[in-house]
């Protein structure tokens, strides 16, 4: 499993006596979860940012989830090479998260909490901002690259025909001659050959050539002359056969190629760049969250063991099988801690807690999903 549970609970006389009483309870005999501890550190204590800290938590796991998300989007048929980039300073997210240490190069702890919350709030905003711009100039050529690609795909009735007609096949530069498109299902070809001459009083004989094919249907050429378009067309129609609006101009098809190469070219010079900022900033704002994990323990150990500090943050990887009965452990380990536990309304709205936003513990409980993204890796 990818999902971890950071807890804290009330030191006994010491912290360490704490960390032995869990991995009691939960490894040595029962073998219910994987733990670490997780270090906080020592922090200012600053209690009234119990809800920003919540908010900001929901937003940065938010931003963290986009850019995991673009980031799939991006590689697309690649999607095998996602997880080796959605790294958090240069190792997986599993390994992050079970030896994180606090960076105090990045969020100096001799600065109050809501100095740090600030910090981090800052940073991951300008993240999110950046990748709106990113993703959609990168969108913008993208789509415009797709539907050019799309003109060139596809029914014979929509697709574009530039690339698959020849000069020669057109009467070109004749004042009353016209050589026009006509898509035929392949079951109608005896007919179209038997009754296009008969369309219009103006065909020429013997003028239709076969140029393209695809699954259900062929491109044939005829000429006519001008005056007798409209009577052709009305005429092809009630036969079921369909005429498309082509007109044969060189310059016009050379701009189409030459427009497919360029949004390809750009494509290919974004890419690089986009995976690298990308790879770059997942890392940050991983990073960031996590941050913000260990903030929000230490404020809530605060606030529901009170002072002096002396609680124990853990880290627990629940063992698939095992997540219902490893509650059921620590509830029972634990349930000393708050004896009205059972009979808390979770829509209860008690500062400090953040009953409506989750499940309430007797011990401070938060979890993290190394699995950010909408399909399995």
Not at 222 to 238: M, Y
Not at 267 to 272: A, M, P, S, V
Not at 343 to 352: E, N, Q
Request: aromatic share 10%; proline share 2%.
């Amino acid at each position: 499993m990818t999902e971890f549970w950071l807890i804290s609970a009330p030191g006994e006389k010491t912290c360490q006596q704490s960390w032995d009483k869990m991995m009691v309870a939960t490894t040595h005999a029962t073998n219910l979860s994987t733990n670490n501890k997780f270090n906080v550190g020592t922090l200012d204590v600053l209690v009234g940012l119990s809800d920003e800290l919540a908010k900001l938590d929901t937003f940065v796991e938010s931003v963290v989830k986009k850019v995991a998300q673009y980031m799939a989007d991006v590689l697309e048929d690649s999607r095998d090479k996602v997880q080796e980039n959605l790294l958090a300073n240069g190792v997986d997210l599993v390994t992050y998260v079970t030896r994180f240490q606090w960076d105090m190069a990045k969020y100096p702890i001799k600065q109050s909490l809501k100095n740090i919350s600030e910090i981090i709030a800052k940073q991951v905003s300008q993240i999110d901002n950046d990748l709106k711009a990113r993703a959609s100039a990168y969108n913008n050529l993208k789509g415009n690259l797709q539907n050019l690609e799309r003109k060139n795909a596809g029914s014979l009735l929509t697709r574009s025909l530039g690339d698959i007609i020849k000069k020669e096949d057109f009467v070109l530069d004749s004042e009353y001659l016209l050589t026009m498109l006509v898509v035929v299902p392949k079951t109608s070809y005896v007919e179209w050959q038997k009754t296009y001459e008969t369309l219009s009083d103006m065909v020429v004989p013997r003028s239709t050539n076969l140029l393209f094919e695809d699954h259900d249907s062929g491109l044939f050429s005829v000429t006519l002359f001008r005056k007798a378009i409209d009577d052709f067309k009305h005429k092809a129609r009630e036969n079921k056969f369909t005429v498309r609006d082509f007109q044969y101009n060189e310059e016009e098809m050379k701009a189409d190629k030459e427009e497919m190469t360029r949004l390809s070219t750009d494509k290919k010079k974004q890419f690089g760049p986009l995976v690298r900022w990308l790879k770059v900033n997942f890392s940050e704002a991983f990073i960031a969250w996590i941050h913000i994990k260990a903030l929000r323990v230490f404020v809530e150990s605060v606030l529901r063991y009170g002072l002096p500090v002396n609680f124990q943050a853990m880290l627990l990887q629940p063992h698939k099988k095992n997540v219902k009965k490893l509650r059921e452990v620590l509830n029972e380990l634990y349930k000393h801690l708050d004896s009205s536990a059972s009979i808390i309304d979770a829509t209860m709205d008690i500062p400090g807690l953040n009953l409506s936003q989750q499940e309430y513990y007797p011990y401070v409980y938060y979890k993290i999903d190394c699995n950010l993204l909408d399909f399995k890796l």
